[in-house]
């Protein structure tokens, strides 16, 4: 059984003698103006909030490009700032980029690019060789300051995602002292589809350079293998999940990422998420028999206009739910530069319209779409007050919005309605699976969740709290770290 303390033994006894620097392109904490004062907020990203508990674990070295307004106005000659600022941990270093080189390489290359390439939900990827170029230098601006970090001592980096594909190889280069992992959070694609990448060897070569490299699912390391054996010479053995390419060894490895559940569930239990429920209730009138939730960011992989649809078809078929029934839609919005979040921006927007409307009677309107990032406590709140939650993602590494419905319900009720493409449906196998574009599997699964029996319900949510428990983020992490110290560094280091 992973706990905080049992990780905080592992970290104590075998990485006391280490240095720990993770790389990700989203700091854990962001220093803003609000007005003349700075303040300082958690990002809304379930990877920052993952990663963030191992950090204060280790009182490692967290590298991240400085996106605050005020971020620069905080950090020391060295852009190092201690956090998180009530108890400082471990240290935040900060790269600066221009906004040619965001653009480029996150905007253009990672979110334009290998984004819609990995999720495979029919959005086309743009591959443009200036992106690919300013991809190529961030890589290199992280690898100078992981490598100042690191400096002589014995050091483990992790990187995380698909922002630095280049980011392993170029340090083993200059240090092959180093033990690198990275940890890819979104789908690996088939082979086929990763064909149409014109730089593939080259992003291929990068990631082989860790000496561990993971993903949430087995079937994601396959896809892995695969893509490698098909594209560079290089030995893929498919029994022990490694694979050698001019003399180094890569390990690839299935590890699936959860959330802190203890420290979500007391949180889910406080006066302070309490309080906010009776908020949500007084300021958006919900005093309706049921409700619904959906908290997505406003991304054409979650699904959110196939869930509109599947709504639509609900009231269509099941009248008696008229004025009975809200639903509450989250969005948060995301990437607003790229031309295709915006397209889908307006159809939401147009299916939400079209929906209220069609369906709304006196002062009654069936769906709530609130487009506003929340903080995890109003998350909560809605969590406590939602009968059935929809996560619809049309592909999905994991997904955590699922798994923090299930562990905000210490009451034991409520039902998860999860699409059988993400990586969660895996573990959470008592929710309503349903396949996110089937509309009509879609409102059945919400009448489903309706008239699902109270014992039923609290056996299924009895199952997966269970599941997100044993599974939480400290065994992640754990399994992580663990694999970490097979590998031995260097006499000389």
Aim: charged share 25%; proline share 5%; aromatic share 10%.
């Amino acid at each position: 059984m992973w706990t905080k303390e049992a990780l905080h033994e592992l970290i104590a006894n075998k990485l006391h003698d280490h240095k720990l620097v993770i790389v990700a392109n989203r700091e854990p904490y962001i220093h803003r103006f609000a007005g003349t004062r700075i303040e300082c907020v958690q990002p809304a990203s379930g990877m920052a909030l993952a990663l963030d508990p191992i950090m204060r674990a280790c009182d490692g070295v967290w590298i991240a490009h400085g996106s605050g307004n005020a971020d620069r106005k905080t950090v020391d000659a060295q852009d190092h700032v201690r956090v998180p600022p009530e108890d400082p941990r471990y240290t935040l270093r900060r790269v600066w980029l221009t906004k040619e080189q965001e653009n480029g390489y996150y905007y253009g290359l990672s979110n334009e690019g290998l984004w819609p390439l990995c999720h495979i939900v029919f959005t086309r990827p743009v591959f443009d060789p200036k992106h690919w170029q300013a991809y190529r230098e961030v890589n290199r601006v992280f690898a100078e300051a992981v490598l100042e970090e690191a400096a002589d001592q014995p050091t483990f980096v992790f990187i995380q995602d698909y922002h630095f594909a280049l980011l392993p190889r170029l340090l083993k280069e200059r240090n092959p002292n180093l033990i690198v992992a990275q940890f890819w959070h979104i789908p690996w694609p088939n082979s086929e589809t990763f064909r149409a990448l014109p730089w593939k060897e080259e992003l291929l070569e990068g990631l082989l350079g860790n000496d561990l490299l993971g993903f949430h699912l087995r079937y994601h390391c396959q896809n892995f293998l695969e893509t490698v054996n098909r594209t560079l010479e290089a030995k893929v053995d498919e029994e022990r999940f490694e694979i050698t390419r001019s003399g180094k060894t890569t390990a690839v490895r299935p590890f699936a990422i959860s959330i802190d559940f203890d420290q979500h569930e007391a949180q889910a239990r406080s006066i302070a998420v309490g309080r906010v429920m009776e908020r949500w209730q007084r300021d958006l009138g919900l005093n309706a028999e049921f409700i619904g939730l959906g908290i997505d960011r406003i991304d054409y992989t979650k699904g959110i206009p196939e869930r509109l649809r599947a709504l639509d078809r609900f009231l269509e078929k099941y009248p008696a739910y008229h004025e009975r029934f809200v639903f509450v839609q989250i969005g948060v919005p995301s990437r607003v530069h790229i031309r295709e979040y915006k397209t889908l921006d307006d159809e939401v927007e147009n299916l939400l319209e079209n929906l209220n409307w069609k369906w709304s009677k006196n002062s009654w309107r069936p769906i709530i779409f609130l487009k506003q990032h929340c903080s995890r406590t109003e998350m909560m709140a809605l969590h406590r007050l939602a009968h059935f939650c929809i996560v619809s993602s049309l592909h999905d590494g994991m997904n955590l919005v699922a798994k923090e419905y299930v562990s905000s319900r210490f009451d034991e009720d409520g039902v998860l309605i999860l699409s059988q493409f993400t990586g969660a449906a895996r573990e959470l196998t008592d929710a309503v699976l349903i396949n996110p574009f089937a509309v009509e599997e879609g409102a059945e699964a919400i009448r489903t969740a309706l008239e699902m029996p109270e014992s039923e319900r609290q056996k299924r949510m009895q199952k997966m709290r269970a599941a997100v428990s044993d599974n939480n983020i400290y065994r992640w992490a754990g399994k992580v770290i663990s694999n970490l110290l097979k590998f031995e560094f260097p006499e000389n280091t």
